[in-house]
């Protein structure tokens, strides 16, 4: 019996000791179940209050009725009036520019027909790539048409005064399509890139093949490269087999096709950059498997992989937006949904490439201090 708690107790000395020659293995082992559930914190209050999808309005009717609807509106928990424009086709251009998600169209005599009891309509134009947002700017426009016709058969006994809500989605995105897919396809790529700065560095080393491949002629920037483009050929492929199974179930895919591999690869690289960077840090290929799973658990709902930035309370938009990742998603469902071109998604794309070319350098600098 005593030999067996010696032994039990050498042993786990032993284990506690190669713990300690790795610090970062140690206290992410320790602090991983307290980071998951901080991460699910962050995550419930980053959706603690939607009340920020920006909506534009156009009053075509100009009464004092149209004007109490836009009042009650703009009271509304649920959106924000980002703009007021003067004809319907403004509205619909700011919504297909993705300044906003939707847009409410009160046409004119809008309240003349309320005051002679007769039914009146409103138009809801929305983009439905961001559903969920969508879905929150049709229930504050019926939730506020209601009080005000409430307010009108309280005021004027106008029992029998009516609103109609036309809705006109105008995301171009058919019946039996997802509108999950882009943010799904997006999360499989960063998912992808950074098993793949795994395998490409940090296994490497621990295999001892890392240090005796920096020190052939080869430039280090040209290592780093290479891996890179080895990612991309994969990324591509992975890109290639998910577009078949979206076109195999039904996604009609509105734009162009290479766009969206130049959008893939873009994620692709600037995951891959990101990962070398972390990598440059870490010794341990476990660790990193780690890490991956704490960075990339928080991106499905904060990258906008299931919903859009817009749904999210202020400190989890701010960090949304601060995340390159979520202009590639962003990308993808323009591309995909609306059929945008190179001009429309040119300003997520550069995004995502300056901060790959702001992490590649520095994750290159960092891994040759520690070679």
Do not use: C, H
């Amino acid at each position: 019996m005593n030999r067996l708690i010696r032994d039990t107790v050498v042993v786990a000395q032993k284990e506690l000791k190669q713990l300690s020659r790795d610090p970062l293995s140690l206290a992410l082992t320790v602090m991983f179940p307290i980071l998951l559930i901080s991460i699910f914190i962050v995550i419930s209050s980053a959706f603690g209050n939607p009340n920020i999808v920006p909506i534009v309005i156009a009053d075509l009717d100009g009464s004092g009725e149209s004007k109490i609807l836009i009042d009650k509106i703009a009271s509304t928990e649920l959106v924000r009036i980002a703009q007021l424009v003067q004809t319907e086709e403004k509205a619909l251009a700011v919504v297909e520019s993705g300044e906003v998600i939707g847009s409410l169209v009160i046409p004119a005599g809008f309240g003349n027909r309320l005051l002679n009891a007769q039914e009146a309509f409103v138009v809801v134009q929305t983009d439905n790539t961001k559903i969920m947002a969508s879905m929150n700017i049709i229930r504050a426009v019926t939730e506020q048409k209601q009080e005000l016709l409430d307010d009108l058969m309280e005021q004027y006994g106008l029992r029998t005064a009516s609103v109609e809500i036309v809705s006109r989605p105008i995301s171009g995105r058919p019946p039996t399509g997802d509108f999950i897919l882009p943010g799904q396809l997006g999360m499989i790529i960063i998912l992808g890139a950074f098993d793949d700065a795994v395998n490409a560095m940090t296994r490497e080393r621990e295999r001892g093949t890392f240090p005796r491949l920096a020190l052939t002629p080869m430039n280090i920037f040209s290592i780093y490269s290479g891996k890179m483009v080895s990612t991309l050929v994969i990324n591509a492929l992975r890109t290639t087999f998910m577009l078949i199974i979206f076109v195999g179930n039904g996604l009609v895919i509105q734009g162009n096709i290479a766009l969206i591999y130049v959008t893939t690869s873009l994620i692709a690289m600037f995951t891959l950059s990101f990962g070398l960077l972390i990598s440059s840090r870490v010794r341990s290929s476990a660790t990193l498997t780690i890490l991956e799973i704490a960075i990339t658990f928080p991106l499905f709902q904060l990258a906008g992989a299931f919903s859009a930035p817009e749904v999210l309370a202020p400190a989890g938009r701010a960090i949304s937006r601060s995340l390159p990742w979520t202009y590639g998603i962003e990308a993808l469902r323009r591309i995909m949904y609306l059929g945008l071109g190179l001009e429309g998604i040119a300003g997520n794309l550069a995004i995502l490439l300056i901060s790959t070319m702001i992490l590649l350098p520095i994750a290159t600098l960092l891994s040759k201090r520690t070679i």
